[in-house]
């Protein structure tokens, strides 16, 4: 019971992204995505409590990535978890490609909506003080330099979001998920030790 | 003459930013910003073609600063020429707070549209070749370490376009002013060479 009420929720957020990537999030309904997925509006409901919620769960997904690999990696040394996460951080960008105006519409109503922005935006608040708290720990036991963690947080917070708003905005302006590779890897490697 | 009608393009300029951060994009309209600056329809289209190609001329005037700073800058070695880039970068998130939904309005407008998307995605571009170049030349007389020119481009204006797209999803999550001249200042110091 509880394995077919998962795979009904996957169908859900595949036939979602299919529909928001073709034909927009306003005009995909709640009734399109039902007969996309093939399930009745009960069982939408009782997964999402409404397009919005959907939405955000898609955004929970597509991070889901970094956020395991955080998960697996946390009790390795700092320098290991960077590294793990720069290996992983560039996948996310496959599943933004061409998906622009979808996140265009969404952000416009979520910017109408207090709650729904709130929890639109809190993925980066969250990854912010994750890398603050990472690299104060880095600092700390030597294995980077000495710089600001907050600061340097907020750099690699904005080199992500940066990368990703370009791979939206000009999605074959150029290999975005080597890019993302290579500026991640020079940006940690900076703030590494040299003595290592 | 030539006084007169600057003065007439500056009105329409200013009433449209008044006009599209209160009441967005798409609803105000061609005659709503003719009103609003008190010019006919004429002088209107005299200056602009559009509304589509006054909104690129904000983006425009709202670069400005940077490309200002740029010219002015031309001569001096490159590490000056960054500290004055960095001094100035914090200004252009003065002018982005709250602006999020007309951008996001255009954005959506412009992504239907190839040509009004080219021109509106054309200063990023821009700006990776600009400091593609600087950032050779830099490495090329010894004042920054061995960087991959074309990386470390990639890298600023990541961290630019994150900073500015956080400054607009959460104007009030940081003072972005700040934020920005500290990451900014953070990542050049990092390029550059310490026996300088």
Redesign the interface.
């Known amino acids: 019971m509880q394995q077919r009420s998962e795979e009904t929720k996957a169908r859900i957020l595949d036939a979602s992204v299919k529909l928001f990537s073709n034909h927009g999030y306003n005009t995909s309904s709640v009734d399109d995505i039902c007969a996309e997925a093939g399930v009745s509006k009960g069982a939408f409901y009782h997964h999402f409590e409404s397009k919005q919620a959907l939405f955000l769960a898609l955004l929970d997904g597509w991070l889901k990535t970094i956020d395991n690999v955080i998960e697996a990696a946390k009790d390795k040394t700092v320098p290991e978890i960077f590294m793990q996460i720069t290996e992983a951080f560039p996948y996310i960008f496959e599943s933004a490609g061409n998906h ?2 979808m996140f ?2 969404f ?2 109503q979520a ?2 909506d207090e709650e729904i922005w709130q929890a639109s ?1 809190a993925p ?2 969250r990854y912010h003080k994750y890398f603050t708290s990472l690299i104060k720990r880095g600092v700390e036991e030597g294995s980077f330099v000495e ?2 963690p907050e ?2 947080s ?2 690699i ?10 791979s939206l ?2 999605p074959k ?2 290999k975005w998920e080597k ?1 993302a590779r ?2 991640a890897t ?2 940690v490697n ?2 590494m030790s040299k003595e290592e």
């Open positions: 622009l105006p265009l519409e952000w416009l910017s109408r935006i980066y608040r710089v600001n600061v340097a907020r750099l917070v904005s080199m992500a979001m940066g990368l990703f708003l370009q905005l000009d302006g150029a890019v290579e500026s020079m940006l900076n703030m």
